[in-house]
């Protein structure tokens, strides 16, 4: 049974750039789609973007330039880099396995991070 | 339009059977993810793509969609549906994922 796990600063400041990682552990992260997911306090859920190994790397158009998702096949980790992030970052952060793409379909999640933007 | 737009919130009886709509001209061409949300749970996966159900969700649950619109279906509400669902498709142009804005269901 694969498992997810996010991990990360609990708060960062405004401006500032967030980096979280999710570990994967009991199974590759090779042929998979690789998925990150927000939901703001009190608001719905949000699509970041995905990795997929292959070639297949999307972001939300709406973070713009902001967001980069990376892999690491060496150490079963992906990871998320929102640049300048504001107070509308503020969310609780949730990676996915997608296993079937298309539609998607997440099957293993972790349990979410909150990060508060604060000074 | 890029959007996937659904009803806020839904209310039914104990038992009855409710849907969940999701409009969106990407709908015309990709079929839906249906997730569940309860707070300070993961999302859940219900359905995907025409009227797939994931291991372990009960068959009280099925999808359907045509033209612009995806429904969630649940018959014979349980007390345990109460819950968030977003539908979840690309956008029209296939650049990337949207969810709707959410329905809040709930078990009167």
């Known amino acids: 049974q694969v498992q997810l796990q996010e991990s990360g600063p609990g708060v960062v400041g405004p401006s500032e750039t967030l980096f979280l990682t999710c570990t994967v552990s009991s199974g590759s992260i090779s042929g998979y789609y690789w998925t990150w997911i927000r939901q703001p306090p009190g608001k719905g859920l949000e699509w970041i973007g995905h990795i997929y190994f292959g070639g297949i790397n999307k972001s939300n158009p709406s973070l713009k330039s902001r967001v980069t998702i990376s892999g690491d096949t060496f150490n079963n980790q992906i990871s998320l880099r929102l640049t300048s992030v504001t107070a509308a970052d503020t969310a609780v952060y949730y990676c996915?396995?997608?296993?079937?793409?298309?539609?998607?379909?997440?099957?293993?999640w972790g349990p979410g991070t909150l990060v508060t933007v604060s000074s | 339009s890029s959007e996937l737009t659904q009803d806020p919130a839904v209310s039914v009886a104990l038992g009855q059977t409710v849907r969940i709509t999701c409009q969106g001209d990407?709908?015309?061409?990709?079929?839906p993810t249906w997730l569940q949300k309860k707070a300070g749970h993961v999302p859940v996966v219900v359905i995907y793509g025409r009227n797939n159900r994931p291991s372990g969700i009960p068959d009280r649950f099925s999808g359907s969609a045509s033209g612009s619109t995806a429904s969630l279906t649940i018959t014979g509400v349980q007390a345990e549906d109460e819950a968030d669902y977003y539908c979840?498709?690309?956008?029209?142009?296939?650049?990337?994922?949207?969810f709707g804005g959410g329905t809040k269901l709930t078990v009167l």
């Open positions: 990407s709908l015309r061409v990709f079929l």
């Open positions: 979840h498709s690309r956008d029209r142009f296939d650049n990337y994922l949207i």
């Open positions: 996915a396995r997608d296993a079937f793409g298309d539609p998607a379909n997440y099957d293993s």
